[in-house]
């Protein structure tokens, strides 16, 4: 499974973007998707994650009622749309693929495959 994370850009805080994560030469219709986000001189951190059901989210606590992924099987992509951004959002975003079947996990070390990342910048 390659991953393939897009739609970082520049914003004002406030602002929204909707990042995208296609999948390819897999399915990715059968596995749990995360996102993960690092900040420079920051460990790797679990934004969020969807199950492979597409039935349980889950989310860190500084993004509740901010951002909201999802998926499309169909298009084999999943989505993280964020809202309402600050400064401290700003990142390098990242997703990821379990195995098949797993639940939605914050531990990355149960994510199989991951994309390159796609920078995020949040300016006061």
């Known amino acids: 499974v390659q991953l393939q994370a897009s739609g970082g850009g520049l914003v004002q805080a406030g602002g929204s973007l909707r990042l995208s994560c296609a999948a390819s030469?897999?399915?990715?219709?059968?596995?749990?998707v995360g996102w993960f986000r690092q900040a420079p001189g920051k460990e790797r951190e679990f934004v969020a994650a969807i199950r492979w059901s597409g039935d349980s989210t889950s989310y860190t606590d500084s993004v509740k009622g901010r951002f909201t992924i999802s998926r499309d099987n169909a298009k084999n992509t999943a989505f993280l749309q964020v809202n309402s951004l600050k400064p401290e959002d700003t990142a390098v975003y990242y997703c990821?693929?379990?195995?098949?079947?797993?639940?939605?996990?914050?531990?990355?070390?149960?994510?199989?495959?991951w994309g390159q990342g796609t920078q995020v910048t949040v300016s006061s």
């Open positions: 030469g897999r399915p990715i219709s059968s596995r749990s």
């Open positions: 990821a693929a379990t195995k098949p079947y797993y639940r939605d996990t914050r531990d990355p070390a149960m994510y199989d495959y």
